[in-house]
């Protein structure tokens, strides 16, 4: 068990030290992608992230076949286990309880963001152009961070690491690299572990990532909306 503990762990954050350093060394790869430096910069970050989390995902696969298992949408209609701060009784499917949270998690995001949009002056910097790079970064950011944070996770330690290990393994793990993101400090990271943990609860409990992407691609689009209204007009 401590052995599995201890290669999750590196193997999780090595990538994770990666996505976090990544754009100090990403300006100087000289790719013209995009007109918009903004859209360049987010276009180099999501290809090395996403080209990372299948390295990791194939290393993932390689040492645990049978993790494949995780990479489908999962058993919606088996029942949440009971979770009392989240609000989950436990008599539930989680078709049921994933509706439910994405509407709670969106709207402390869009709370959040919000503010943020709000304290930069960016309220009116809206643009139709926007929409389509929003939905590609949301799309593909939400893949990467799901194969990275939740299936290496859950594919290395499941039968081998109590269950509740395993949730606080990738919380841990999903939050702390958020310190920089949106929100940021002590914030972002709280919001990033609790969120981490609803969508690993979700992913162990359906045998698979379709809750957790969808709710990870409606709060990346939330918050990529927010980060071009301030940053790409």
Partial sequence: MASKLISCIILVGTASML?????SFLSAVPLALHENAFVNSLM????FALALALIVSGITLLFRPESKGLLRLGELWRNA???????????????RNAAQLLVFISLATGIFMGF??????ASGNMRLWFIPWILLFS??????????????VLGTLTSFVPKIAILLVSAVMFGLPHYNGFPSGAIGIIMAGVLGYVLSKASYETSGLGIALGIHIVQ??????????????
């Avoid at 799309?139 to 290496?152: G, T």
């Fill in 19 to 23: 996505l976090v350093s990544a754009n």
């Fill in 220 to 233: 990346d689009i939330i918050i990529f909306t927010g980060i071009f209204m301030m940053k790409a007009a």
């Fill in 44 to 47: 180099k970050y999501q290809i």
């Fill in 81 to 95: 286990e009971k979770e009392s701060w989240l609000g989950i009784s436990g008599v539930t499917t989680w078709k």
């Fill in 139 to 152: 799309c593909v950011n939400a893949l990467s961070e799901e194969l990275i944070f939740r299936f290496a």
């Fill in 116 to 121: 943020a949009v709000v304290g930069a002056d």
